[in-house]
């Protein structure tokens, strides 16, 4: 780390740890591939933005797509609409997203909890015995908040029962958080919009690498 | 000894000033409300509505993309078979 601090001298904004694994990530990602989104990373959620989380996800998910085509294709369906098959492939984006989260957030533990049906259901509660393959650590929401004095938004007290409405909505769209309080809506929809920008890029720059082989004639 | 302090703090629940930091947060993870981040103040409602129209996106993006895998996966296992037949016709 060290190294990196002077490896880079270009004056850094804000001067904590982050702040190198971001001046890392920038570089790294001037030089690399087409996937690279304007990323002003944020300081409080680095780890959807690394490269390493990309990687990760990206094999997770070329692992789930082999399985998603082997066993569409053994299947008698003789005609399988591209809806079907489309869902099947977001369905199995959107589980190895959630595998990638490693289980601290209530969407990627509510995801994999409709996966494995109705069975666990009432386990839904943080209570850690039903993901299979995670042994993390259940933190919902911690809100560690650094106390930032200057304030872009605010609530006045008329506002406040729109606020809530809108949060609510807000939680019918991110998976597993209908029924929260407001500040865990809100720190799961940061965390989620985060995972799923990456799971954008990604299957972006999957749909990329398969139609360049596709359209290119394979040299004999 | 603090920690009854500590402990009625957290336990009394949701104050204005976390969940104002928490749509900060959000706030710059929206697209285009982060380029605009003047000082003056963008309404909390605002915010969260943008959210929930980025998420949309995001989500049909997802869907649109997964179609167009499914085709392309699809598309390269014929391919491939048929390539592999031709090969073992020749």
């Given amino acids: 780390m060290a190294s990196l601090i002077s490896d880079n001298e270009q004056p850094s904004m804000t001067i904590n740890p982050n702040s190198t694994a971001h001046v890392r990530k920038k570089k790294r990602f001037s030089s690399s591939s087409p996937s690279s989104s304007a990323s002003i990373s944020t300081e409080s959620h680095p780890r959807w933005r690394s490269e390493k989380q990309h990687r990760i996800y990206s094999a997770k998910l070329i692992q789930a797509l082999k399985q998603v085509r082997l066993s569409s294709s053994s299947s008698v369906t003789s005609s399988p609409t591209t809806h079907t098959r489309g869902k099947a492939v977001r369905e199995a984006a959107d589980r190895a997203l959630a595998v990638s989260a490693r289980g601290r957030t209530l969407w990627s533990r509510a995801i994999l909890a409709n996966r494995i049906k109705l069975k666990f259901r009432k386990h839904k509660r943080p209570r850690q015995t039903v993901i299979p393959a995670m042994t993390t650590v259940v933190t919902t929401g911690t809100s560690r908040n650094k106390k930032r004095r200057v304030s872009v938004v605010r609530l006045n007290k008329k506002s406040i029962p729109t606020v809530n409405r809108k949060v609510r909505v807000l939680g019918r769209l991110v998976p597993g958080c209908k029924k929260e309080s407001v500040p865990v809506i809100l720190e799961e929809a940061t965390d989620y919009i985060q995972a799923l920008e990456m799971q954008v890029r990604a299957m972006n720059s999957l749909v990329e690498l398969l139609s360049g082989s596709a359209s290119a004639p394979p040299p004999i | ?90």
């Fill in chain 2, 1 to 90: 000894m603090s920690g009854r302090r500590s402990r009625s703090r957290q336990s009394s629940g949701i104050s204005e000033d976390q969940i104002n930091d928490l749509i900060i947060k959000l706030q710059q993870l929206l697209p285009e409300l982060r380029n605009s981040r003047r000082s003056d103040k963008v309404s909390a409602s605002r915010v969260l509505q943008e959210t929930c129209n980025y998420i949309r996106n995001l989500h049909r993006e997802v869907d649109d993309l997964s179609e167009r895998l499914s085709e392309l996966l699809a598309n390269t296992d014929t391919a491939q078979a048929a390539l592999i037949r031709s090969l073992l016709t020749q």
